[in-house]
């Protein structure tokens, strides 16, 4: 369920994007979003069939086990400034610069300590797990992929020449 309903999650709660991840804090705070815009968000996981906490897990649990299962996913997935959502949020004029700068390190940070990271996903898992992420990997990377293109903004498109 999870896997079928990941790109639409990702598509329909992309404008929320940003405020995840550009509201850095100490370990547990809530992103700095408004009663309202976090009741909309948990309306697009409750139309897919989860409660937010439940999404959480279950998209934190099979992330891991990817990871696990898959070690070249870890190098694609970790983040990077120059990657379009990343690049996104840094040029954003409404994020405040501590948000980008706690967003620098914390790409910096994961980067350098990734082994160290892929080490605390293999304790996150179980051989259960792996066993059904290896079964439905091309799956599991389809939708990733297109959760990952579902999350992007929509490109203008050049007017063509001649109408």
Same mark, same amino acid.
């Given at each position: 369920?999870?896997?079928?309903?990941?790109?639409?999650?990702?598509?329909?709660? &992309?404008?929320?994007?940003?405020?995840?991840?550009?509201?850095?804090?100490?370990?547990?705070? $809530? !992103?700095? %979003?408004? #009663?309202?815009?976090?009741?909309? /968000?948990?309306?697009?996981?409750?139309?897919?069939?989860?409660?937010?906490?439940?999404?959480? %897990?279950? @998209?934190? $649990?099979?992330?891991?086990?990817?990871? $696990? $299962?898959?070690?070249?996913?870890?190098? #694609?997935?970790? !983040?990077?400034?120059?990657?379009?959502? @990343?690049?996104?949020?840094?040029?954003? !004029?409404?994020?405040?610069?501590?948000?980008?700068?706690?967003?620098?390190?914390?790409? =910096?940070? %994961?980067?350098? #300590?990734? *082994?160290? /990271?892929?080490?605390?996903? &293999?304790?996150?898992?179980? *051989?259960? #797990?792996?066993?059904?992420?290896?079964? %439905?990997?091309?799956?599991?990377?389809? =939708?990733?992929?297109?959760?990952?293109?579902?999350?992007? !903004? &929509?490109?203008?498109?050049?007017?063509?020449?001649?109408?």
């Amino acid at each position: 369920r999870l896997i079928k309903a990941l790109p639409a999650i990702a598509k329909e709660s &992309a404008q929320y994007q940003s405020r995840f991840m550009g509201s850095f804090g100490p370990a547990g705070t $809530v !992103p700095n %979003m408004s #009663n309202d815009e976090l009741e909309r /968000l948990n309306k697009v996981f409750q139309k897919h069939g989860f409660e937010f906490e439940e999404f959480v %897990m279950q @998209i934190s $649990v099979l992330m891991a086990t990817y990871i $696990v $299962v898959d070690p070249v996913a870890f190098d #694609n997935l970790l !983040p990077r400034e120059d990657s379009p959502e @990343i690049k996104r949020i840094l040029e954003d !004029p409404a994020v405040a610069e501590e948000q980008k700068t706690a967003l620098r390190q914390q790409i =910096a940070s %994961m980067r350098k #300590n990734k *082994e160290s /990271l892929k080490a605390q996903f &293999a304790l996150t898992t179980n *051989e259960h #797990n792996e066993k059904i992420i290896k079964s %439905m990997l091309k799956d599991v990377r389809r =939708a990733i992929e297109a959760a990952r293109a579902a999350s992007q !903004p &929509a490109r203008p498109t050049k007017p063509q020449k001649g109408k």
